[in-house]
């Protein structure tokens, strides 16, 4: 199953843009995603987009 989702695009006078791309709630409630938590971003060789979850935040670790 899958979510659709908006990109959307806030232009700063600074001249600096920022993206945002919204984690639909059901995905973060499935995975078990916690208030905080970091992950990365990457980008594979044919253009996917994959959200990388730190490995002591996947395990349900606190970090020290």
């Known amino acids: 199953m899958g979510f659709k989702t908006k990109i959307q695009l806030i232009s700063r006078k600074s001249g600096y843009d920022q993206w945002f791309v919204n984690f639909p709630s059901a995905c973060a409630q499935m995975m078990g ?5 970091m992950a990365e971003w990457e980008v594979d060789e044919k253009g996917n987009l ?3 979850r730190e490995r002591d935040a996947a395990r349900g670790k606190k970090k020290n």
């Open 33 to 37: 995603f916690r208030k905080g938590e």
């Open 50 to 52: 994959a959200l990388k």
